[in-house]
C-alpha cells in the first residue's frame, strides 16, 4: 500500500484529496500548519505532520516513508504578510527538497491552466518557477492545471445574491471549471500515470455570462449583469499595481485576466456547476 503526503490537506482541494485516497486505500500523511482544522477528517488521516511550509526547518523528516507527494499548497488571497513567492513557489520548494532528500517516487502540483497566458501576474511568477524546478528535480513529476474550482465560482453566487453580477470583458468567453471531487480523483488517478501534465476541466463548459444567469436562476432573481470593457481593465491594471500591494491587486488580476480568456481542459468528472449553486443558494 502506497503512502501519500498530501500537502495542502486544510485546503478547498485538498481536504478532497484525503478523502478520495482514503477511498482508493492509501495510506495518508497530512501536512497541515494548523491540526485543527483536520478535526473532521482525522479518521480518514493515517499521520499528521504539523508545520509552517514557508519555514524549511520545520519541514524535516516530513517525506520520511512517503512514496508519492501531492501538493496544493497555494495562495489565492494573501495570509499573514506572506506573499506568492513565499508560499506557492518557496513553500512547495522547500517541501521539493525534502522529497528529493527522501528519494519519493513521485511528486504531483496542482498549478493552473493557461499560465503560459499570463505570465505577467505574481501567482503565476511563483507557481510556474515552482514547476520549474520539479522539472529539473530529477524526480517523476505530474503538473496538474485545472481550469478553475467550483468554489472559485461560488463569487459569482454571492453577487447574484447582493443583486448585480459584474464581468470583466463581454462575459463570452468560455470556462468548465471542476468540483473538488472530480479534481482530486483526476489527482489521485494521475498517480500510476506517465504523462507529465495534465489540462482539467470538468463536464460542462459555460461562458462567464451563462455562469452568472445560472446563479441567478438559481435564486430566482431577474439577471442583472455589468460588464467591464477590456480597454478599461488595461488602463486599470497597471494603476493598481503601482498604488497598491500584491495583497489588493493580486486575486483581482488574477479574475480579469481568467475571465478575458477562454480557460477550458479536458473534461473530467460528473458534477455540474448547477447542482453546485442550488447547494449553496441559500
Known amino acids: 500500500m502506497k503512502k501519500v503526503l498530501v500537502a ?8 478532497y484529496l484525503v478523502k478520495e485516497l482514503k477511498k482508493q486505500s492509501f495510506r495518508i500523511r497530512a501536512l497541515a500548519r494548523n491540526v485543527e482544522k483536520l478535526e473532521d477528517l482525522k479518521e480518514d488521516i493515517d499521520e499528521v505532520f504539523e508545520a509552517e511550509a514557508t519555514k524549511p526547518e520545520a519541514l524535516e523528516g516530513v517525506c520520511d516513508g512517503i512514496d508519492v507527494v501531492i501538493s496544493s499548497i497555494g495562495i489565492t488571497r494573501q495570509k499573514d504578510g506572506l506573499t506568492y513567492m513565499d508560499v506557492d ?10 522529497a528529493q532528500k527522501s528519494k519519493v517516487s513521485k511528486f504531483v ?3 493552473v491552466l493557461n499560465a503560459h497566458l499570463m505570465k505577467e501576474l505574481k ?3 511563483a507557481k510556474e ?12 513529476y505530474m503538473v496538474i492545471r485545472p481550469t478553475g474550482f467550483f468554489s472559485d465560482m461560488q463569487e459569482f453566487l454571492e453577487m447574484a445574491k447582493k443583486g448585480r453580477v459584474s464581468l ?6 468560455r470556462i468548465n471549471p471542476i468540483h473538488g471531487i472530480d479534481l482530486a480523483k483526476v489527482c489521485v488517478d494521475s498517480l500510476i ?5 495534465m489540462k482539467v476541466g470538468g463536464p460542462e463548459s459555460h461562458t462567464f455570462k451563462e455562469i452568472a444567469e445560472l446563479a441567478f436562476k438559481v435564486i430566482n432573481k431577474k439577471p442583472k449583469i455589468s460588464t467591464l470593457p ?4 488595461r488602463i486599470i491594471l497597471p494603476l493598481m499595481r503601482t498604488f497598491t500591494s500584491s495583497k489588493t491587486y493580486g486575486p483581482l488580476e488574477f479574475m480579469m485576466s481568467v475571465m478575458t480568456m477562454d480557460v477550458v481542459g479536458d473534461p473530467y468528472g460528473k458534477e455540474r456547476l448547477g447542482d453546485f449553486f442550488e447547494k449553496n443558494a441559500h
Open 8 to 15: 495542502g490537506a486544510t485546503g478547498y482541494l485538498g481536504r
Open 89 to 98: 513557489y518557496q513553500a512547495n520548494k522547500n517541501l521539493l527538497n525534502q
Open 109 to 111: 502540483f496542482v498549478s
Open 123 to 125: 501567482i503565476i511568477q
Open 129 to 140: 518557477l515552482f514547476v520549474k524546478s520539479l522539472k529539473e528535480s530529477g524526480l517523476d
Open 168 to 173: 470583466f470583458g463581454k462575459g463570452e468567453n
Open 193 to 197: 500515470k506517465s504523462d507529465k501534465e
Open 230 to 233: 477590456i480597454w478599461m481593465i
